[in-house]
């Protein structure tokens, strides 16, 4: 079974940045695509920022060149660069990847989550 825990959330003054983190463990032949996304009080869950095995990313117009995606596919590890932050980006970060599982299973999963307030 995937895992995925994410770390690096907290609090910040707005202007400030955060680096998160997300790393999968379990049984992994092939991780496809990583993903952040964030569900701020009230709303729906959004995507932030995507990152193919392939190099590509993808980002949401709101943190476009505020917010870097990357990542260490030999560590199965994902990381997201927010920079500038401001009180809207208040959320909870959610981790997310697809890929192919030991078993050789297609699987999707997400992580549980981690807080990131911007005080203003």
């Known amino acids: 079974q995937v895992q995925l825990v994410e770390s690096g959330g907290g609090l910040v003054q707005a202007g400030g940045s955060l680096r998160l983190s997300c790393a999968a463990s379990?049984?992994?032949?092939?991780?496809?695509?990583f993903g952040w996304y964030r569900q701020a009080p009230g709303k729906q869950r959004e995507l932030v920022a995507t990152a193919s095995l392939g190099g590509s990313t993808n980002y949401a117009d709101s943190v476009k060149g505020r917010f870097t995606i990357s990542r260490d596919n030999a560590k199965n590890t994902m990381y997201l660069q927010m920079n500038t932050l401001s009180p809207e980006d208040t959320a909870v970060y959610y981790c997310?990847?697809?890929?192919?599982?030991?078993?050789?299973?297609?699987?999707?999963?997400w992580g549980r989550g981690t807080m990131v307030t911007v005080s203003s």
């Open positions: 379990g049984s992994i032949f092939k991780l496809d695509n």
């Open positions: 997310n990847a697809d890929g192919i599982s030991g078993a050789y299973r297609r699987f999707v999963q």
